[in-house]
């Protein structure tokens, strides 16, 4: 018994290798930034979520640092037994404030928000209309709640409205549209501006995932809502990404939404309080971030030269102004082959493939830091040119 299950998943994973499907991780020897060494390698580092640079700042590992000495390393507790300290309270104070909303409560990661954000709020009288791409801890937290559920195609609003209609003549008794602000594998923005109108028509909620907007997209940082200049009723996001990189996730919202979360929340319930170290770097880049106007005029102008450097060479791109920025290859393989490529040329990009893009769209996703220098994104265009013609990328 023992030794056919695991011989069936040794199937499974020969079976993922013979697609060319198989993820390898590389060991990063250091701290995350534009450059990191891999192997004893220098690498420039094109595929990591530190949009602000961050992930390796000293001022975040000064401030992790003066936390620990204060509050010590763990908190060997869920927040309300006794995992609750005042930097807890603080940070959760400083994220409502930044984000423009009422209140905020903290999870151990974005993935744990959303997966227990439904429930507790929604029934089985209520429904969620979810956009076809989001990310995957949504789809989890909504399968999770015995809400309705109503799926539409990826930013197609007159589907959105379709849905919309169903729930009403289906009888909901409350209605939320859940969508990402971005959508990261592609680095297409959510139409927040046609779902709002929507939602006010309907007289539903909006939900959006920031993650990947948070710090850096929209006025001093508060992410798609402010970028498109609407009102949403919930946000939730990410420590791991713009804010530092490190992990936490939240859910921002009005105070009985925080304060129901708080009570009901399996996530938050069930799982440890975020450590002091975290917490304090938190409210650390939170200050930085609040003011670095200057590194988000940066990342914009990043994003528009490496765009119009890739496009210039002659690949195949998506339309936008993200800086994630898709290189579109097709079949997995080619998209490995590319990736490994560009490694052997000192560039560290990621390919993504099925499952987590559809077969037949796998891609090199680029994302521009403000870590980066423009001779940086020289040398790589010039590496992207080189190994695109040697695969055959390009012709
Ligand atoms: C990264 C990401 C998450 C997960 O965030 P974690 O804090 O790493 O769990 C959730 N939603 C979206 C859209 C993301 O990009």
Redesign the pocket.
């Known amino acids: 018994m023992t030794d056919k299950f695991a011989d069936h998943l040794r199937g499974v994973l020969a079976g993922i290798e013979a697609e060319g499907l198989m993820k390898r991780e590389r060991f990063i020897e250091g701290a995350q930034g534009a450059h990191v060494t891999v192997g004893g390698r220098r690498m420039l580092n094109l595929c990591a979520?530190n949009y602000l640079g961050l992930a390796g700042d000293a001022r975040l590992v000064a401030a992790a640092g003066a936390a620990m000495e204060g509050h010590g390393f763990g908190m060997a507790s869920v927040r309300f037994i006794c995992g609750t300290q005042d930097i807890h309270g603080a940070l959760e104070a400083r994220l409502a404030r930044f984000l423009g909303m009422e209140a905020a409560i903290l999870f151990g990661?974005?993935?744990?928000?959303?997966g227990g954000l439904f429930e507790p709020l929604l029934g089985a009288e209520d429904a969620i209309v979810s956009d076809s791409l989001?990310?995957?801890?949504?789809i989890d937290g909504i399968r999770l709640s015995k809400a309705r559920r109503y799926r539409y195609a990826n930013s197609d609003m007159a589907d959105l409205r379709l849905r919309l209609v169903e729930a009403r003549e289906g009888g909901a008794r409350f209605v939320l549209i859940a969508t990402?602000?971005?959508f990261?594998m592609d680095g297409y923005l959510a139409k927040l501006g046609d779902i709002r109108a929507l939602a006010d028509e309907f007289d539903a909620w909006v939900m959006v995932?920031?993650?990947?907007a948070t710090g850096f997209m929209g006025a001093k940082g508060a992410g798609t809502p402010a970028h498109a200049g609407v009102r949403v009723e919930i946000l939730?996001g990410?420590?791991?990404?713009a804010l530092g990189g490190a992990?936490?996730?939240y859910v921002a919202a009005s105070a009985p939404v925080a304060d129901l979360l708080r009570q009901r929340a399996r996530p938050y319930l069930f799982s440890n309080a975020l450590p002091p170290a975290v917490v304090g770097a938190a409210l650390a880049a939170l200050d930085i971030v609040e003011a670095a106007d200057e590194l988000r005029a940066r990342l914009v102008e990043h994003a528009r030269y490496w765009r119009a450097g890739l496009a210039g060479a002659g690949f195949a791109l998506l339309p936008g102004e993200h800086p994630i920025i898709p290189v579109m290859i097709g079949e997995a393989p080619l998209a490995q082959a590319f990736a490994a490529a560009l490694d052997k040329r000192g560039v560290m990009v990621s390919a993504f493939f099925f499952p987590v893009v559809p077969r037949g769209a796998a891609r090199i996703r680029t994302q521009m830091n403000t870590a980066l220098t423009r001779e940086d994104l020289d040398f790589a265009l010039d590496a992207f040119a080189a190994a695109g013609r040697e695969v055959g990328v390009l012709a």
């Open positions: 979520n990661s974005c993935f744990d928000a959303n989001n990310h995957a801890s949504i990402d602000g971005v990261s995932d920031d993650c990947h939730t990410t420590l791991g990404k992990l936490g996730g």
